[in-house]
T-cell receptor, first 110, second 115 residues
Framework: DGGITQSPKYLFRKEGQNVTLSCEQNLNHDAMYWYRQDPGQGLRLIYYSQIVNDFQKGDIAEGYSVSREKKESFPLTVTSAQKNPTAFYLC?????????FGPGTRLTVT | AQSVAQPEDQVNVAEGNPLTVKCTYSVSGNPYLFWYVQYPNRGLQFLLKYITGDNLVKGSYGFEAEFNKSQTSFHLKKPSALVSDSALYFCAVRDMVDSSYKLIFGSGTRLLVRP
């Protein structure tokens, strides 16, 4: 899992609550990414950021928000507007040739 | 539209036998192709990539992949499978539409190596 940390590993929340997932990297990468993984559906891009203080929506951004105040950090907030938030969330960082992934956070909302 | 297809949900192989996990792609221009492996409840680990050059790419843990431009394929191979190779494998291609370096992933193939 390289120099990318995600916390916590498991997260449980009640429906209607916002929750923030942490992602930190010490690889000095400019670009960072958030993916959502559901069984049998591969990885889907939520948000990405190529530089500090800038980020773009991915394919499934609705119900999520991000910030990029520091190069090392790219937290993801799952808001109450996300209709089906229970999933495995993966953070990645990288450059032109490859991406490196964190260990993931499994979010369960009941 | 750019896409990656992994036509097999699962591949079963006996330990010691060769394995192949298939991947085909559709992109504009020359593709940048990747293979990742995921063990249960873990992040993705990078196995290998094709950017340019030799069509046979060697990667981690004895894996290799063959780039075939005419068939738009990038199949993952290993001459002799191990039980510990059992995992979920993802093929990916870099999005060439913009400069975001985004990756487009296939749906994944579960490899099961039986003793």
């Amino acid at each position: 899992d390289g120099g990318i940390t995600q916390s916590p590993k498991y997260l449980f929340r009640k429906e209607g609550q916002n929750v923030t997932l942490s992602c930190e990297q010490n690889l000095n990468h400019d670009a960072m990414y958030w993916y959502r993984q559901d069984p049998g559906q591969g990885l889907r891009l939520i948000y990405y950021s190529q530089i500090v203080n800038d980020f773009q929506k991915g394919d499934i951004a609705e119900g999520y928000s991000v910030s990029r105040e520091k190069k090392e950090s790219f937290p993801l907030t799952v808001t109450s507007a996300q209709k089906n938030p229970t999933a495995f969330y993966l953070c990645a960082s990288g450059g032109i040739y490859e991406q490196y992934f964190g260990p993931g956070t499994r979010l369960t909302v009941t | 539209a750019q896409s990656v297809a992994q036509p097999e949900d699962q591949v079963n192989v006996a330990e010691g036998n060769p394995l192949t996990v298939k991947c085909t792609y559709s992109v504009s221009g020359n593709p940048y192709l990747f293979w990742y492996v995921q063990y249960p409840n873990r992040g993705l680990q990078f196995l290998l990539k094709y950017i340019t050059g030799d069509n046979l790419v060697k990667g981690s843990y004895g894996f290799e992949a063959e780039f075939n431009k005419s068939q738009t394929s990038f199949h993952l191979k290993k001459p002799s499978a191990l039980v510990s190779d059992s995992a979920l494998y993802f093929c990916a291609v870099r999005d060439m539409v913009d400069s975001s370096y985004k990756l487009i992933f296939g749906s994944g193939t579960r490899l099961l190596v039986r003793p």
